[in-house]
């Protein structure tokens, strides 16, 4: 009766622990859901007696949603200065610090039919482009509209097809800018590669590493990594989509800021720092992200 005693008054203690922990809402761009979900998330809840709880989508998307009071968060990470923007123009951000980057490579799927013909492009017997355009290959990407992953592939393929003198290599990979038959959300792309739903993407190193999955490695020229080559290379990349946006290269740097709405502000704060920590930078090279770049928003 006492042990029985004992298990109910330990229930009740957890119970009430439980109901009292502050809930940390981070929302971050669709790519990183394995580092903040299994990582970084996980750890600083566990330091700080909180609760957890991750949103992942494309980051405009999320941007426009925050920005309307159509979703509640305390902390907002981004990819590019674009999406963080929308948010310090709402009001809801008054700054962002850089907490790693990246840069873009072709991903495969080792369940393709196609794999040994990336594998051979990845030691440099093949050209990754004419693998990518052959036919029946099944492409993976986001909306370039609302992430910008999807529009950095665009922006990539199009800085290729100057790179490589191939005039027609961004049509002949990705067809039409916003192909239906190639748009996915961006957190299902890997687990769609993991599957061998599809064959491939063209997407974040740090994504790839996430999930081991082997890929390609792009030249400077096209993967959009070095901020020496903006001005003389990558300014040079415009795509404008069908509905008047038009697309600029922007810097491969994820942003967290904090929410201005936010319901846990010391908390967000604390775990933006936490991010740009010895702790929190090691988490992130152990998921294939390179170290932050450039100065803060």
Do not use: C
Request: hydrophobic share 45%.
């Amino acid at each position: 009766m006492k042990a029985l005693f004992g298990l109910l008054l330990s229930f009740v203690a957890s119970v009430s622990i439980a109901q009292t922990s502050p809930v940390l809402r981070i929302a971050y761009a669709g790519s990183m859901g394995v580092v903040m979900d299994n990582a970084a998330g996980p750890a600083f809840a566990k330091a700080h007696h909180a609760t957890y709880q991750g949103i992942g989508q494309g980051s405009y998307a999320l941007a426009h949603l925050l920005a309307a009071h159509q979703l509640q968060a305390d902390v907002f990470i981004a990819i590019t200065p674009g999406p963080m923007q929308v948010l310090k123009q709402a009001g809801l951000v008054s700054s962002a610090v850089p907490v790693a980057s990246t840069q873009m490579v072709v991903i495969y799927s080792p369940h393709s039919r196609f794999a040994a013909d990336f594998s051979a492009a990845s030691r440099g017997q093949k050209n990754w482009y004419d693998v990518l355009g052959q036919p029946g290959l099944r492409l993976g990407r986001t909306d370039p509209a609302v992430d910008p992953q999807g529009a950095n592939v665009l922006l990539a393929l199009q800085l290729a097809a100057d790179y490589y003198h191939q005039p027609d290599l961004l049509k002949k990979v990705a067809g039409s800018l916003q192909n239906p038959a190639q748009i996915f959300t961006e957190p299902s792309l890997m687990s769609r590669l993991e599957a061998g739903q599809i064959d491939a993407t063209i997407g974040y190193l740090s994504a790839a590493q996430s999930h081991h999955l082997p890929t390609v490695a792009l030249p400077d020229e096209v993967n959009l990594a070095n901020p020496g080559m903006q001005k003389p290379w990558y300014d040079r990349a415009a795509i404008t989509l069908s509905n008047g946006k038009t697309l600029h290269v922007q810097p491969l740097v994820f942003y967290a800021g904090v929410l201005a709405n936010g319901q846990q502000p010391a908390l967000a704060r604390d775990f933006v720092a936490f991010l740009q920590s010895a702790e929190g930078q090691a988490l992130f090279r152990e998921h294939g992200y390179s170290a932050p770049r450039g100065n803060n928003l």
